[in-house]
């Protein structure tokens, strides 16, 4: 079946130590994107792609990276800048230019040691 | 995109319709009306979507007014697995999703 697999489910980080977040679609989607989710609360952009190996800083972008060197992928690297990282992470895609809904994967819960 | 404003909570009885409002009064002409729904540590499932008619798919039914200022989802036949958090969205569907603003939502309750 068709969809977005993100890996892992759980996610265990020590200070000062980067982690990096998979996210992989199978949709033939040109655009993908992560948002973060904290209890209680809406989903926040970080980062968006429309088109291979380029992307584009969302709302909150600070501490975090990606890269999107293939059209299916679109891995979430969590650095040690990013102070506050205990979180929900989502990933989703879409096909641009139609009025079809965005794809969600079922989320990583990142959790500091 | 607009935003939409919706109900903290709302509860329903197990078996009867689920009325999930929304208010979208800054909506613009070429805005889609969309909603999704997130269970606890799951991703957002998308429901349904519509521009200015009534639309019906297997899971809900979405009545927009007249002005599209406001909409509502309809659970015909809630059930305890429709206990979610309610997202309505209001997005131009020719621009990306970096401007898909998702709110707080509205938390459904359905109680036997």
């Known amino acids: 079946d068709g969809g977005i697999t993100q890996s892992p489910k759980y996610l265990f980080r020590k200070e000062g130590q980067n982690v990096t977040l998979s996210c992989e679609q199978n949709?033939?989607?040109?655009?993908m994107y992560w948002y973060r989710q904290d209890p209680g609360q809406g989903l926040r952009l970080i980062y968006y792609?429309?088109?291979?190996?380029?992307?584009q800083k969302g709302d909150i972008a600070e501490g975090y990276s990606v890269s999107r060197e293939k059209k299916e992928s679109f891995p979430l690297t969590v650095t040690s800048a990013q102070k506050n990282p205990t979180a929900f992470y989502l990933c989703?895609?879409?096909?641009?230019?139609?009025?079809?809904?965005?794809?969600f994967g079922d989320g990583t819960r990142l959790s500091i040691l | 995109d607009a935003k939409t404003t919706q109900p903290t909570s709302m509860d329903c009885a197990e078996g009867r319709a689920a009325n999930l409002p929304c208010n979208h009064s800054t909506i613009s002409g070429n805005e889609y009306v969309y909603w999704y729904r997130q269970i606890h540590s799951q991703g957002p499932q998308y429901i349904i979507h519509g521009l200015k008619n009534n639309e019906t798919n297997e899971m809900a039914s979405l009545i927009i007014t007249e002005d599209r200022k406001s909409s509502t989802l309809i659970l015909p036949h809630a059930t305890l697995r429709d206990t979610a958090v309610y997202y309505c969205?209001?997005?131009?569907?020719?621009?990306?999703?970096?401007?898909?603003?998702f709110g707080a939502g509205t938390r459904l309750f359905v109680k036997a």
């Open positions: 792609s429309q088109i291979v190996n380029d992307f």
């Open positions: 949709l033939n989607h040109d655009a």
């Open positions: 969205i209001v997005r131009v569907t020719n621009t990306g999703g970096f401007k898909t603003i």
């Open positions: 989703a895609s879409e096909r641009q230019g139609s009025n079809q809904p965005q794809h």
